[in-house]
């Protein structure tokens, strides 16, 4: 197709996202990043724009909230035309012993990591099946694939991811939308460095390097790589598959 797609970058403003829409840029899409931090979203739409990458900014947008999702896709529509791709990315993350885990720190995990993309899926899929093509990547974790202690909401929110995932291909296959998970492992982001100095990690980014097969952290270009890739054409007979992103730590 040689008209210019839309891509829809959640969580943009930061860490992997914002490799994704550099990548993406780079690749001839137009980027529409979606970041609850307006600051940071604006930031990398700038640095995106000085590249020559056509990208803009929908700040002030949290994933959790139907109303904030439904409206900031009309307006990603209304600017940039239908948004044709869709990365799921923007979620949190937390260290919490699991008897510790409350009933709001429980709904706010899945609220973000879950019912966010199945929201930005609802808002994004009629366009792509309208259009007869689409694709959509989500970026879960390695940690729902291993397990993870002392995450026990994060790992149930991002299994859910790809189970959504998963079921989402079987049915929206036949409307040429594919559907597809990529879960990062270990890579150096804001969100990681933080847990480090928290002393989550159990040892240093180096230790864990040193552990890893590829004998280094993740590079949230990898993620980006990757996830370029599934959004291709080149990517049109894979569907519900969860391509691990990690190094060799999880295989
Ligand atoms: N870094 C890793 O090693 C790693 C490993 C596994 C999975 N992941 C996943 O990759 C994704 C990106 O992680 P990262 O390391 O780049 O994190 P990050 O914290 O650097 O960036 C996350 C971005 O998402 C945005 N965001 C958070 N909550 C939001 C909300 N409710 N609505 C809209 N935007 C929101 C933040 O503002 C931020 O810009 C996350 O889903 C994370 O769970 C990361």
Known sequence: MSVRRTAIVTGG????????VHRLGA????????????EAAEKVAEEARSKGYETEAFGGVDVSDRAQVDDAVQRVRESMGPALVLVNNAGIAEFKKFMNVTDELWDRMLAVNLTGPYYLCQAVVPDMVEAGWGRIVNI?????????AFQTHYVASKAGLIGLTKAMALELGPAGITVNSV??????TPLLRSAEERGFLGGSLEDHAARTPVRRPGRPEDIAAATAFLVSDDA????????????????
């Not at 690749?27 to 307006?38: E, Q, V």
């Not at 879960?183 to 150096?188: K, L, Q, R, T, Y």
């Open 13 to 20: 403003g930061s860490g992997i996202g914002r490799a994704i």
């Open 27 to 38: 690749d001839g899409l137009a980027t529409a990043i979606l970041d609850r931090n307006a």
């Open 140 to 148: 879960s974790s390695s940690s729902a694939q291993s397990g993870q």
């Open 183 to 188: 879960p990062p492992g270990f890579v150096e």
């Open 236 to 251: 049109e007979y894979i569907t519900g598959q969860v391509l691990g992103v990690n190094g060799g730590r999880n295989t």
